[in-house]
């Protein structure tokens, strides 16, 4: 029973890793990367669509993204949604294709996106820190409950601490190594 415990909380951990990845791949480095597009949704017969459903994305050259729709009908659409979202990108669009050219970061745009990913990653770390808040209670209901021993309980803590600080030191490196990617030029 102790186990379920720490296996739970050991698998909402990596979630959220996975959480955080998805959240840094979103944040563009002044470098084609075809995660920028995951969140794009485009209207396609009447129901929101995701684009990498509707074309095939590539990386042809380090600043640029290709989109190829596999309906060419949908070009228009996939445009409008670029032009909606956060990406603030122009795509241009040469009636077969679009192409999202990266713009190169400023020194200020890299200094306010690696503020932005430090607050993402304090995020995680306080989700990672709620997670063992959660599996410390449980634990703490299962010793209320004489489900477990005391001595049992102290070894159960120690154990989620130690997954936790592991979990908070993956996250810290996922962080640092975003934040050197967008800083180098």
Known sequence: MANAIIEKAKERFEQSHHALAREFGSIRAGRANASLLDRIQVEYYGAMTPLNQLA???IPEARVILITPFDKSVLKEIERAINESDLGINPAN???VVRLVIPALT??????LA???KKVG???KVAIRNIRRDAMDEAKKQEKNKEITEDELKALEK???KAT???VKHIDGMTANKEKELLEV
């Open 56 to 58: 095939s994305i590539t």
């Open 94 to 96: 040469d009636g077969s």
């Open 107 to 112: 020194e200020e745009t890299r200094r306010d």
């Open 115 to 117: 503020k932005d990913v």
């Open 122 to 124: 304090e995020n995680a």
């Open 159 to 161: 154990e989620i601490q």
């Open 165 to 167: 600080d592991e979990a």
